[in-house]
């Protein structure tokens, strides 16, 4: 049943067992590790693409969440725009107020208190948390909800803005959220959230967007559905070219704000597309399975030719690719990343070594999977010395290709 309307869900994909796409390991948690059914389908009222299992938040958001937004120059350029632009627009009136869901380690939130403005983040995972506050940015440990939006509301009064940014799609409880969001928003107020966008889900096959934290892959015509039903409005969309390619949407109170074109023009396009139709999504599900295949064909490729291999970002995303196709240390040995919480640990499920981005040159790899292909840009140019040497990057988004 829709989480969202009730509705009747029909799945299109079953990625099987998943490990939790965040849950890095020592050696001695492997045996504990913890699995769920990856299954997804579109709700046949509503046309919300959401998954069939919900796994327990606190096993996904905890002290341990290794995620930190500044991982990026790019994101960090994203998001000071981004609050650059509320600090333009909707946070210009008295003693203005802003709350952020999912602050994270304070990315967003810092340009904002750097300009004096009252902000408040929500933020469960405690290490992350600390890092914001660290900072000098005000964070309330807590999971977003209903008693928690009305509770900000109390003590510090209606935000003029609540944002929120690769987390409202996490969020299975989203009716929960509304009521909060509705205690807590000015009447003129703003709810802004920015998700990975089905189009380019289904436009590039990047099928690896799909894990236990995206229980949501939204699409106009869902979120504009979602809004009407719990008392607001899809008044704008706005596509953004951030981690593989998302929407930000704004969200008012019913007959708050007049909608954009720009939301019955994307609605209209996803309608042309068929981007919510069950054919549509089986034809994708085909076209994933082909992409595993064809990756793994080139690794065992590799493998047998005695090339050296190696995986650069261990995105959340690459729990999906490595577990659903099978790839295990045989096929790629390790694992770069900068993210220190991520480092020295096993990658969830597939149980490959990740090592510091730092030994990246001397492991003298000759063919690397570019699991953070989102990030392909900066990483390349991070890394230019590898394909200065004759390496070359391996991305299967939108196919399996060498760059
Ligand atoms: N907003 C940051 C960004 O875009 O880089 C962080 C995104 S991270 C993928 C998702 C964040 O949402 C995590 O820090 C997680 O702890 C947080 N989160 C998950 N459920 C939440 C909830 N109900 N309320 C507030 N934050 C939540
Ligand atoms: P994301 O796709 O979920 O943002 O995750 C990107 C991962 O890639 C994260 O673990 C950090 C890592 N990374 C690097 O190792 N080097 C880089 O230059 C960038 C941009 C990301
Ligand atoms: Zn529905």
Redesign the pocket.
């Known amino acids: 049943m829709c989480r969202i309307c009730g509705g009747t869900v029909q799945e299109f994909m079953d990625f099987g067992r998943q490990p939790l796409s965040d849950a890095f390991l020592t050696p001695e948690e492997v045996a504990d590790e913890f699995f769920y059914q990856l299954r997804v389908g579109v709700c046949e009222s509503c046309a919300m693409v959401q998954q069939l299992e919900e796994v327990p938040r606190e096993r996904m958001f905890n002290d341990s969440y290794p995620?930190v937004s500044s991982?990026?120059?790019?994101?960090r350029d994203h998001f000071s725009r981004t609050a650059a632009g509320f600090l333009e627009s909707e946070l210009t009136g008295p003693d203005p107020f802003i709350v952020e869901i999912g602050s994270n380690d304070g990315t967003m939130l810092s340009t904002i208190k750097a300009a004096g403005v009252r902000h408040l983040g929500v933020e469960p995972c405690g290490g992350v948390a600390d890092v914001a506050r660290a900072a000098g940015i005000r964070v309330r440990s807590d999971f977003f909800e209903e008693s928690v939006g009305a509770d900000i509301a109390a003590k510090d009064g209606p935000a003029n803005v609540i944002f929120s940014a690769n987390t409202i799609c996490h969020i299975p409880y989203l009716d929960s959220i509304f009521r909060g969001v509705d205690a807590l928003l000015a009447p003129d107020g703003v709810f802004v959230f920015e998700d990975p966008y089905l189009g380019d889900i289904v436009e590039k096959t990047s099928f690896d967007q799909i894990y236990d934290e995206h229980f949501y892959l939204f699409s106009a015509r869902s979120v504009a559905a979602m809004a009407r039903q719990f008392g607001f409005e899809l008044v704008d969309v706005l596509r953004l070219p951030v981690?593989g390619g998302e929407v930000r949407y704004t969200i008012a109170r019913a007959g708050a704000r007049t909608p954009t074109d720009a939301v019955a023009e994307l609605i209209a396009a996803e309608d042309k597309h068929g981007l919510a139709e069950l054919s549509t999504l089986q034809k994708f599900a085909a076209e994933v399975d082909k992409i595993c295949h064809d990756l793994v064909d080139r690794l065992e490729e590799l493998r047998d030719s005695g090339v050296r291999v190696a995986g650069?970002?261990?995105?959340?995303?690459s729990a999906t690719m490595t577990n659903y196709a099978g790839i295990g240390p045989d096929l790629v040995p390790c694992v770069?990343?900068?993210?220190p919480a991520?480092t020295g640990r096993l990658m969830p499920g597939s149980h490959i070594p990740v090592l510091p981005?730092a030994q990246f040159a001397a492991y003298g790899a000759e063919r690397v999977v570019l699991f953070?292909w989102?990030?392909a840009e900066?990483?390349i140019a991070?890394e230019r010395e590898f394909a200065a040497r004759g390496g070359r990057w391996l991305v299967y988004v939108p196919d399996v290709r060498l760059l």
Do not use: C, L, P, Q
């Open positions: 995620y991982g990026s120059s790019r994101m981690h650069y970002g261990a995105t959340a995303k770069f990343d900068t993210t991520k981005a953070a989102n990030h900066e990483i991070n």
